[in-house]
């Protein structure tokens, strides 16, 4: 809304700034925490007041979480998703596609995620929404948003995978890309979910790699830089750079609410639809194999599920003590706090990882 004010900058010079990228990020980011923290403490109380309980607790975690974390409210997504979309649409230029498609994915995945923590906190169990059904319309949503980026973008370039690390090791995978890219956003959704696990654990890495990415945006959408670092040139994704800084300053203000000892949690409602946002960014900016570099702490997360599962059925045997695998080291006696603190120093440490391919090409 406010990049409108661009077309009176011939009368008034100072409007000009408006169009810079760098300028409304920064607006964006401190718009959403503001936000946020205005409105957060009144929607915690709503949210208690409406849920009675709270988020159920599982009885077959840690025993320390159903004295410390009972009666705790859920759906603190709501928060992230309500200063993060008032911000892009406050900064962000509305005429830039790949802002409404991110934004789209986005929305949609937090409704999915709403509606099964609706089901978990009024049923008081588990058992939201069958995950089956969650995947399946999950990935309805990433491949209409996929279509729409490879019909936005220029091919060959937007239906093509591009290697970190290499200057021209790109492969072109036509409608197959779809699939890919489909394959990432879900991926994403639901590997944020699974970290999701302890106070504060999920939302800082969020931030990070929505830094990392909203940098990264900044230099795709912009075709100086991305000649100077011989990356790929997507005309238009600059813009996501505005949307990744309403996701840090929202998020930043929920951690406010969220450090240990939580007064919310961000349920699916938040770690579904940040998931699946990163996801779609970084397939809009031809970046889904730094994602996984970025990530790698959300990756690692939900690789320990699949392979303590896999080896449950096939062998009758755990890898871990619990799954996922932040579980695994409460049960060998960290501290949370410890678990969290170090889980953000290696996702710091992935996400330098990830910048650094930017130039080691």
């Known amino acids: 809304m406010f990049y409108w004010l661009t077309d009176l900058s011939d009368k008034v010079s100072f409007l000009n700034v408006f169009r810079y990228i760098t300028f409304r990020t920064g607006g964006s980011i ?14 915690i109380d ?28 859920t759906m ?14 406050l900064w962000a230029n509305p005429a830039n596609l790949y802002v409404w498609i991110v934004l789209g ?78 394959f990432v956003i879900v991926g994403a959704g639901n590997a944020v979910n699974l970290t999701d696990g ?28 991305s000649e100077y670092l011989q990356i790929r040139y997507v ?29 919310i949690f961000m349920g699916d409602t938040g770690s579904l639809s940040l998931g699946g946002l990163l996801g779609t960014v970084a397939v809009a900016i031809k970046h889904e194999i730094v994602l996984a570099i970025v990530g790698g702490l959300f990756v690692l997360e939900a690789v320990s599920v699949i392979v303590q599962v896999v080896s449950f059925k096939l062998t009758g045997k755990r890898v871990f003590k619990m799954a996922p695998i932040h579980h695994h080291y409460e049960q060998l006696g960290w501290t949370e706090p410890q678990i969290v603190i170090r889980f953000w120093i290696v996702a710091v440490v992935l996400a330098l990882a990830g910048l650094a391919t930017l130039k080691l090409r």
């Not at 401190?30 to 929607?43: R, Y």
């Not at 709503?46 to 320390?64: F, T, Y």
């Not at 603190?76 to 649409?89: C, E, N, R």
């Open 30 to 43: 401190v718009t959403a925490l503001v936000f946020v923290f205005l409105f957060g403490g009144p929607i």
């Open 46 to 73: 709503l949210l208690r007041l409406k849920q009675g309980k709270g988020q159920p607790i599982r009885k077959d975690g840690p025993p320390s979480h159903l004295l410390t974390k009972t009666g705790t409210p």
């Open 76 to 89: 603190g997504g709501l928060m992230i998703l309500s200063g993060a979309l008032v911000s892009t649409l």
């Open 105 to 182: 994915v986005t929305l949609s995945f937090g409704a999915i995620g709403f509606y099964d923590d609706y089901l978990k906190v009024t049923k008081q169990t588990h058992a939201g929404i069958s995950g089956r059904t969650r995947l399946l319309v999950e990935a309805a949503i990433a491949v209409v948003a996929c279509v729409a980026l490879t019909n936005l973008g220029k091919p060959p370039v937007s239906t093509s995978l591009v290697f970190p690390f290499f200057k021209d090791l790109v492969i072109n995978l036509g409608w197959a890309f779809v699939l890919l890219g489909a």
């Open 198 to 225: 302890l106070d504060g654990l999920a939302i800082v890495p969020v931030m990070i790699a929505a830094a990392t990415f909203g940098l990264i945006s900044y230099v795709v959408g912009n075709a100086l830089f």
């Open 235 to 263: 005309a238009g994704t600059g813009e996501l750079a505005v949307l990744c800084g309403a996701v840090i300053g929202a998020s930043l203000g929920f951690l406010w609410f969220n450090a240990p000892p939580a007064s």
